[in-house]
């Protein structure tokens, strides 16, 4: 049995992982501010069980966030409380240098503290991992090789600026301090429970109310979607036989334009919730203008992972997809 401390665990891909690691008997104390993103349905499942706790805080809270760890004797933290969806970071990007880059300076300060007090196996098993994206690395053309750890970073947003210079600290903490952390840089997950204000629920809960598919510029935008279960499974793969201060590329193998995600989406309601005029939902898509600095392409390389953490992804996009949608027009 290990002891987490998880940042953000109310939010998406967060929520997934705190509920996984309770399930496998792991003691998990979740640390979340409660921001729009974060939904308590999300861990509902879990909520009652011995081996887990929810304290509500900001990660800039260094002190909180100390005594928790020594409270609970951690052995894992991972960080993945942010501001994360990219809009927000182009309307008002305060919150994102706020939390992004400072919350992850206090988090770092308070596993310093907290290691640097540790001993023994107790010591040389404690981990700080730093849950990062691939938009780090900037855009790719058509052609290009993939991104791999080695890549320089090119961020291009205010949201993808904020995750680079917090991979900085990560980096500098581990390096100066001898924290021993690693970076999980990944690519776009999909799954349950993604918030609304993202591309696949997005396009899924308007088609249903009738409501415009609204595409950015020409939606020939690449992507590289993961399945939010395999993004937790990589991240306890890096946790349990990454390297320390060492990064690990997450992807899911699975590159695809905007449009045909939202073709795939169209397809699969016409089948399972045909409208009763018999258009297609795809009547439904309207091109807008196109997002401020908008990036190109995603592509990510998952060999590293693969050959030294032993990392997978599940194959199966449109049955991945085809269950989200169905929940969906289930109301779950
Ligand atoms: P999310 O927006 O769904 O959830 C974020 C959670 O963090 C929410 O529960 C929110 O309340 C909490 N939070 C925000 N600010 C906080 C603060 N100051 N203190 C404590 N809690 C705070 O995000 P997500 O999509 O689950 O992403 C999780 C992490 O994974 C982020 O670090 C993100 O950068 C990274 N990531 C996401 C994707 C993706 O496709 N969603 C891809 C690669 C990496």
Request: charged share 25%; with cysteine.
């Amino acid at each position: 049995m290990k002891n987490f401390l998880v940042t953000g665990g109310l939010g998406f891909i967060g929520s997934h992982f705190v509920v996984e690691q309770v399930k496998k008997g792991n003691l998990v104390v979740n640390v979340d501010k409660v921001t729009y993103a974060a939904n308590y349905d999300n861990v509902k499942e879990i909520s009652g069980d011995k081996n887990y706790n929810f304290i509500k805080a900001d990660i800039n809270e260094t002190a909180v966030i100390y005594a928790a760890l020594k409270e609970s004797n951690i052995d894992y933290i991972v960080n993945f409380a942010a501001e994360s969806h990219v809009d927000n970071s182009i309307k008002s990007a305060g919150q994102f240098i706020q939390t992004n880059i400072n919350g992850t300076f206090s988090m770092l300060e308070a596993a310093k503290n907290y290691y640097q007090e540790l001993e023994g196996e107790k010591k040389d098993n404690f981990r700080f991992l730093h849950v990062s994206t691939d938009e780090v690395f900037g855009s790719l053309k058509d052609g290009e090789p993939a991104f791999t750890e080695e890549n320089k970073y090119l961020p291009n947003s205010p949201y993808s600026s904020s995750k680079a210079s917090s991979d900085h600290l990560v980096r500098a903490w581990n390096e100066t301090y001898g924290l021993p952390a690693i970076i999980t840089n990944c690519s776009n997950n999909y799954g349950a429970n993604q918030h609304e204000e993202k591309l696949i629920p997005k396009m899924i809960t308007n088609a249903l109310s009738g409501k415009d598919l609204t595409i950015y510029g020409n939606g020939k935008n690449i992507r590289d979607w993961i399945y939010v279960e395999d993004h937790c499974h990589g991240i306890e793969l890096a946790l349990t036989k990454g390297q320390i201060g060492d990064t690990y590329c997450l992807g899911g193998e699975c590159e695809m334009r905007n449009t045909k995600i939202v073709d795939l989406i169209c397809d699969i309601l016409d089948e399972l919730k045909p409208k009763s005029n018999g258009e297609s939902y795809k009547s439904q898509i309207k091109f807008i203008e196109d997002r401020q600095g908008h990036d190109y392409r995603y592509a990510i390389s998952n060999a590293k992972s693969k050959k030294e953490l032993g990392f997978e992804v599940s194959k199966s996009f449109r049955n991945n997809l085809e269950g989200i949608i169905s929940r969906h027009c289930e109301g779950v």
